[in-house]
């Protein structure tokens, strides 16, 4: 069966991106390789609530860092090196796309 417990180093996105950049270490039998995978920027509240409910002692929103930018957009930063727990399952995830969304006008 396929491994999709992955240990999370960075997650960075920006403002005007559609995509999160998650760098992580991936394991793969006895060897283990770095890698950066890009996810819809619709994943980044799920993996923020992920990282704060593994470590409810490490407020996130302090563990951010923001670059602003002169055109107003925002670059942001979650440096994970300081968490106790930067493991995520990728499986729990599954399925969460497919949930209804709320649209508002």
């Given at each position: 069966?396929?491994?999709?417990?992955?240990?999370?180093n960075?997650?960075?996105?920006?403002?005007?991106d559609s995509?999160?950049?998650?760098q992580c270490i991936i394991p793969s039998g006895?060897?283990?390789?770095?890698?950066?995978?890009?996810?819809?920027?619709?994943?980044?509240?799920?993996?923020?609530?992920?990282?704060?409910?593994?470590?409810?002692?490490?407020?996130?929103d302090e563990?951010?860092?923001r670059i602003l930018f002169p055109d107003g957009s925002t670059f942001?930063?979650?440096n994970t090196e300081d968490l106790p727990n930067k493991s995520i399952d990728w499986s729990e995830f599954l399925g969460m796309e497919k949930q209804p969304r709320k649209?508002?006008?």
């Amino acid at each position: 069966m396929e491994n999709r417990k992955h240990l999370v180093n960075r997650i960075e996105f920006s403002s005007l991106d559609s995509e999160i950049s998650v760098q992580c270490i991936i394991p793969s039998g006895n060897l283990t390789f770095e890698s950066t995978v890009l996810i819809s920027s619709q994943w980044i509240n799920p993996l923020l609530m992920h990282f704060q409910k593994t470590n409810p002692e490490y407020p996130l929103d302090e563990q951010i860092e923001r670059i602003l930018f002169p055109d107003g957009s925002t670059f942001y930063c979650l440096n994970t090196e300081d968490l106790p727990n930067k493991s995520i399952d990728w499986s729990e995830f599954l399925g969460m796309e497919k949930q209804p969304r709320k649209i508002r006008a």
